[in-house]
């Protein structure tokens, strides 16, 4: 049986959570998140709490019950919290600015990086040298923090660009004088 399948999930204060037709959709305020639910996964929604159970004891339904469980959890919490990641640039010359809903990136390029927010996603600079994306879906602040970390990723000799904030870059020694 799968752990992390059979904890049941508590409904925040706020939190709508409606599972018909095999699609479950969180929502508060005006931030709505849904989901496709495979078939032979069932989502029991009773007393504030969501409960994820599967219907046979098959490899593949078994992998998929903690999948959905997390996928949900992720959901409920999105909606209720948001998720964030933050970055942090490192170079001489280095900067990120926001421009109205663009993140814009100078970062030793031959030209300036633009990036457009996608929905549901907004970009905080508080320095020019950090960026903090910020979002209701976890996998999509996840990819867009990877999207801007992929402009200019750091390089392993000075340690230049643009890195995770807990990200530890090992630095090579370069070469050797004669």
Not at 58 to 77: A, D, F, I, P, T
């Amino acid at each position: 049986m799968s752990r992390i399948g059979k904890k049941p999930i508590t409904i925040p204060a706020g939190v709508d959570v409606v599972f018909e037709n095999g699609v479950i959709t969180v929502k508060k305020g005006n931030v709505s998140l849904a989901q496709q639910i495979d078939q032979n996964i069932r989502v029991n929604i009773a007393d504030n709490e969501i409960t994820i159970e599967r219907d046979s004891d098959q490899k593949e339904v078994r992998s998929l019950h903690g999948l959905y469980r997390s996928l949900v959890n992720n959901m409920v919490e999105g909606v209720d919290k948001g998720f964030e990641k933050k970055l942090r640039i490192e170079g001489i010359g280095y900067r990120a600015e926001k421009q109205g809903n663009k993140l814009v990136l100078n970062v030793g390029l031959s030209h300036i990086v633009e990036m457009v927010e996608p929905e549901g996603i907004t970009y905080d600079v508080p320095a020019n040298n950090s960026i903090i994306v910020k979002g209701a879906d976890k996998q999509l602040v996840g990819e867009m923090a990877a999207k801007i970390r992929a402009v200019r990723p750091p390089e392993p000799y000075k340690g230049k660009g643009i890195r995770y904030e807990n990200e530890v870059v090992r630095i090579k020694e370069g070469k050797t004088g004669a």
